[in-house]
């Protein structure tokens, strides 16, 4: 039922589109008979409007991927740049949710380690709503960002980076076996908000998967059942992503292109100084206007990445 809905979703903006066409063209045929004008302005105001849907509703068709229409996982790593790095950690999870919100998604802390002093050592957050999982799966890698570090006395620049994962949050409906036996199980007192139970009941969650040594946390719900199963969903979402990426590796190789030993390359740079600009490597969209990225503004962004992606894929072919 969940699929069915989900494609009449995807559907009836095309049917609007065709019956606005159709009324379109009916119009246009009394107006020629009337010689209106008022009306055939109006009629080419709709055309317009339909135009613009239409080039929407055709580059979603780019999202046709095994897993483009699930729901997603987006975790957020710490890396070089001390403090700073667990500052710019967590104005990456606010620009996620932001955008998030912008699209309507639901979304949700699934788990979370503060730093030291500000910041976050690292974040897991969950989108659910159509095509999550295809909009956000290019924002996988290294993201740099280029300051006045707020946390310096002298106030001289710095250069931090945090690390971005994605992965499809497919739950139930997951192809992926997991035997209990492969799954090493500890619970521990979760730390930060949530209630009189932190730090006094053992209700946070840590999974670790024999195989493939993945281990995954979740410490944000107040149960230890709500965390399990949280902990057990990314887990499912972290070995379908790692099957994604076995497979773009072995695509990689068959086209002869070089393969980063590293997890992730960096793939955009957030510049605050000394000028404003936000690029992406891959793609070399840019803007200087930083402040509405940071704010949630990535759809050009993803707009540019999923076109890029599409023209690799029709070169290789």
Do not use: C
């Not at 070089?80 to 606010?94: E, K, P």
């Not at 030291?116 to 890698?141: D, H, I």
């Not at 500890?186 to 999974?207: D, I």
């Amino acid at each position: 039922m969940r699929e069915l809905s989900a494609l009449r979703e995807e559907l009836e903006p095309w049917l609007d589109v065709d019956r606005g066409v159709k009324e379109s063209l009916e119009f246009v045929e009394l107006a020629a008979l009337e010689d209106d004008q008022s009306v055939l302005q109006e009629v080419q105001s709709e055309a317009e409007r339909l135009s613009t849907e239409t080039d929407k509703l055709e580059f979603k068709l780019r999202l046709n991927g095994p897993y483009d229409r699930s729901d997603a996982i987006v975790t957020i790593t710490v890396g070089l740049g001390g403090v700073d790095a667990q500052d710019w950690t967590q104005m990456l999870m606010r620009m996620y949710l932001r955008w998030g919100e912008r699209h309507d998604y639901q979304t949700d802390i699934l788990d979370q380690a503060e730093g030291e002093e500000a910041g976050l050592k690292s974040v897991t957050m969950s989108f659910r709503g159509p095509f999550a999982y295809g909009y956000l799966k290019g924002e996988r890698g290294n993201h740099r960002l280029v300051r006045l570090s707020p946390f310096d006395q002298a106030h001289r620049r710095q250069t931090s980076f945090s690390r971005v994962e994605v992965m499809p949050d497919v739950g139930e409906a997951a192809q992926v076996e997991v035997k209990d036996e492969d799954v090493e199980f500890e619970a521990y007192r979760s730390g930060g908000p949530g209630g009189q139970n932190v730090n006094k009941v053992s209700t946070a969650v840590r999974l670790r998967h024999k195989p493939t040594n993945i281990v995954v946390t979740a410490q944000t719900e107040r149960s230890q059942l709500q965390n399990r199963e949280n902990a057990m969903r990314l887990l499912k979402s972290r070995l379908v992503e790692l099957e994604i990426e076995r497979r773009e590796a072995e695509m990689a190789q068959l086209r002869g292109e070089h393969i980063d030993a590293s997890f992730g390359t960096q793939i955009r740079s957030y510049v605050l100084h000394p000028y404003t600009m936000v690029k992406d490597l891959r793609t070399e969209h840019e803007t200087t206007n930083v402040n509405a990225v940071l704010d949630g503004d990535l759809d050009p962004f993803i707009e540019a990445y999923l076109a890029w992606s599409v023209g690799r894929a029709e070169a290789a072919a």
